[in-house]
T-cell receptor, first 115, second 109 residues
């Protein structure tokens, strides 16, 4: 079974520039998550999708961050414009609705550096 | 007060030692208690989970939950260098968890 794919793996941008991250979840997983993990901290949920719909985006800084999930499969997360404090690893995860849906499967993450 | 508090470490132990990792949480609604392991430059992976209070054992790993004191523990017996990673407690509910800050563990051969 293929895992969660993310690209790019690394990105360096100047502040005020835009950046986009892509995620392809495990086939058949209805739920998709985007997390932000700042160095030395645990992952913080930015947005949770179930199929095409948004379940939770309460911690997404909507003035600069946006996310979409096309056809309930792939997802993109965009930052526009980026700030220095956005430097972090952006993790995508997916989970199945089967069972209790406990296990989230994570991708390798995209490491963003904002200069 | 943060919803989940975890000792950040780092923790350095000799190979073969027993390791104790701990978290406290404040949300009484949490029903499931997960532990994720994260190797350097990788995404977290689920190690084990428990439901409600009690112990659960899986090989060298034992997860313990005390809901009355809102305390979560993970014990690693006979620790190995391959256990060197960051351990994240993640209490929560159906399809949603809150991660602790993680404890970085190094097992010295």
């Amino acid at each position: 079974e293929a895992g969660v794919a993310q690209s790019p793996r690394y990105k360096i941008i100047e502040k005020r520039q835009s950046v986009a991250f892509w995620c392809n979840p495990i086939s058949g997983h209805a739920t998709l998550y985007w997390y932000q993990q700042i160095l030395g901290q645990g992952p913080k949920l930015l947005i949770q999708f179930q199929n095409n719909g948004v379940v939770d985006d309460s911690q997404l800084p909507k003035d600069r961050f946006s996310a979409e999930r096309l056809k309930g499969v792939d997802s993109t997360l965009k930052i526009q414009p980026a700030k220095l404090e956005d430097s972090a690893v952006y993790l995508c995860a997916s989970s199945s609705l089967a069972g209790v849906g406990l296990e989230q499967f994570f991708g390798p993450g995209t490491r963003l550096t904002v200069l | 007060q943060k919803e989940v508090e975890q000792d950040p470490g780092p923790l350095s132990v000799p190979e073969g030692a027993i390791v104790s990792l701990n978290c406290t949480y404040s949300n009484s609604a949490f029903q499931y208690f997960m532990w994720y392991r994260q190797y350097s430059r990788k995404g977290p992976e689920l190690l084990m989970y428990t439901y409600s209070s009690g112990n659960k054992e899986d090989g060298r790993f034992t997860a313990q939950v005390d809901k009355s004191s809102k305390y979560i523990s993970l014990f690693i017996r006979d620790s190995q260098p391959s256990d060197s990673a960051t351990y994240l407690c993640a209490p929560g509910g159906y399809q949603k968890v809150t991660f602790g800050t993680g404890t970085k563990l190094q097992v010295i051969p």
